[in-house]
């Protein structure tokens, strides 16, 4: 069997999986199963520029997809009334002011000599920088934080159209990127790991407290739909066209509605997919792409080629990155809602990690197929899990102590099949399902 005839196999079975579950539970779940899965397979295609292309081991994706998300609620949700003049300006200002004391710091640091007079002045700099912001920062977001706090407290976004949101949300990640990978970088890949992790930490807990930004656990909701592609279920519910057109297919209003949105939200997420996948295939084939793998390969070698080995671990880092915050945008605009504690490493890191291993590391089409599947699976392992359980234990009695233990089992199914499969793939086919060439 060729490899194109058993790649093409392979992504028929999953998809065949995905009608299956269609035909035998529901097609709002297949659908719902099918958009997670183009979502997760965009973040899947990130983490393979960076870990497939250039060996880069991130932790932290969960940060960038968070940012991405972060980025909806600053770009298409309207601003809060009043919250601008109240402390909106405030706020800029006293983050210009913060930025504005680290830019001295490093100024003191670079044009003083080494010496006790450098240090004291770097103290001196950053404690009166951090006195004037904080001087500025706290009354600013006391004042955006107490406007209709049930309902608001933060300053809003821009009220722009969402699908301008997910490039926002892109260059906020690659942003942000950026900045770190400025600095971490330069570590060996296991301080590196520990570094990314640690700073998507640092950037859910800001989500999460900092109630002025995007209202911290009290949660954003009613984000706007990429209209006219997606509709609302309730317009389309009153369109006589659209009841028409839902009678002769069979469908109740109600249903034909939820799977007509969703629909639409598949056909934008399968046009960004093949865009990047379309980018990422090309960036593999050309010049920079085979460098990007002879750097992997062989760091020491590149940089004695004269290759700058740091410079282009940032670039291919920052647009990983970019792709992960691309990904975190049009996961929130499918949800409706920002909730920073939903972002957990478990599943907007760790799970996308076993996505690319699965499918195969450096091989883009590989990263999008382990995503379809590992996702599939993530949903449907557990309700399958509780019917074995059920079907091993019909014999019980009522009561029994071993077919209690066994139900409640039935909840750690998931995480139990991603070991069992990541263990077999990596003991039968350690490169992937589809391996790079």
Same mark, same amino acid.
């Given at each position: 069997m060729t490899d194109s005839v058993k790649n093409t196999?392979?992504?028929?079975?999953?998809?065949?999986?995905?009608?299956?579950?269609?035909?035998?539970?529901?097609?709002?779940?297949?659908?719902?199963?099918?958009?997670?899965?183009?979502?997760?397979?965009?973040?899947?295609?990130? *983490?393979?520029?960076?870990?497939?292309?250039?060996?880069?081991?991130?932790? #932290? !994706?969960?940060?960038?997809?968070?940012? $991405?998300?972060?980025?909806? *609620?600053? *770009?298409?949700?309207?601003?809060?009334?009043?919250?601008?003049?109240?402390? $909106?300006?405030?706020?800029?200002?006293?983050?210009?002011?913060?930025?504005?004391?680290? %830019?001295?710091? !490093?100024? *003191?640091?670079?044009?003083?000599?080494?010496?006790?007079?450098?240090?004291?002045?770097?103290?001196?700099?950053? %404690? %009166?920088?951090?006195? %004037?912001?904080?001087?500025?920062?706290?009354?600013?977001?006391?004042?955006?934080?107490?406007?209709?706090?049930?309902?608001?407290?933060?300053? #809003?976004?821009?009220?722009?159209?969402?699908?301008?949101?997910?490039?926002? $949300?892109?260059?906020?990640?690659?942003?942000?990127?950026?900045?770190?990978?400025?600095?971490?970088?330069?570590?060996?890949?296991?301080?590196?790991?520990?570094?990314?992790?640690?700073?998507?930490?640092?950037?859910?807990?800001?989500?999460?407290?900092?109630?002025w930004l995007a209202r911290g656990v009290k949660n954003v909701y009613g984000i706007p739909r990429p209209s006219p592609v997606v509709g609302y279920e309730v317009d389309l519910q009153n369109d006589p066209a659209f009841l028409a057109r839902a009678e002769w297919l069979g469908l109740d209003p109600v249903t034909a509605s939820t799977l007509s949105v969703k629909l639409g939200y598949s056909l934008l997420f399968m046009i960004v997919l093949l865009v990047l996948l379309w980018m990422a295939q090309m960036a593999l084939k050309s010049p920079w792409g085979r460098m990007m793998r002879a750097i992997r390969d062989n760091e020491v070698a590149a940089e004695a080629m004269g290759k700058d080995v740091t410079r282009r671990h940032l670039q291919i880092f920052v647009l990983g990155s970019a792709v992960c915050g691309i990904a975190g945008a049009m996961m929130t605009t499918l949800d409706g809602q920002l909730t920073p504690s939903a972002y957990q490493p478990l599943r907007f890191t760790f799970l996308v990690w076993v996505m690319v291993i699965v499918g195969g590391s450096g091989n883009n089409f590989g990263a999008v197929l382990g995503a379809f599947l590992i996702w599939f699976l993530w949903v449907q392992v557990e309700p399958i899990g509780l019917w074995l359980m059920n079907v091993i234990t019909a014999g019980l009695p009522d009561g029994s102590a071993l077919k209690a233990h066994l139900l409640d089992s039935a909840a750690h199914m998931r995480l139990f099949t991603m070991g069992l499969i990541l263990l077999i793939v990596l003991r039968f086919s350690p490169r992937g399902l589809i391996p790079e060439k």
């Open positions: 196999l392979l992504f028929a079975i999953v998809g065949g999986l995905i009608l299956l579950t269609g035909f035998t539970q529901s097609w709002n779940t297949a659908i719902l199963i099918l958009n997670m899965g183009l979502i997760s397979a965009i973040m899947a295609i990130g *983490v393979n520029l960076q870990w497939g292309f250039a060996g880069l081991f991130n932790v #932290g !994706v969960m940060g960038f997809v968070a940012l $991405g998300g972060l980025a909806v *609620v600053l *770009v298409s949700t309207p601003p809060t009334p009043g919250a601008w003049a109240a402390g $909106g300006y405030g706020i800029v200002l006293s983050l210009l002011l913060g930025a504005a004391t680290v %830019v001295a710091a !490093v100024l *003191v640091a670079t044009k003083l000599p080494k010496g006790s007079v450098q240090t004291l002045t770097i103290i001196a700099v950053l %404690v %009166v920088g951090f006195f %004037v912001y904080r001087a500025v920062f706290d009354p600013s977001i006391a004042a955006v934080e107490a406007i209709d706090p049930a309902i608001a407290g933060n300053i #809003g976004g821009l009220n722009l159209p969402v699908l301008l949101a997910w490039p926002a $949300g892109g260059l906020l990640a690659a942003g942000a990127a950026w900045l770190i990978g400025k600095t971490a970088l330069g570590l060996r890949s296991d301080y590196l790991a520990i570094a990314t992790l640690g700073i998507a930490e640092i950037i859910i807990a800001v989500m999460k407290n900092e109630d």
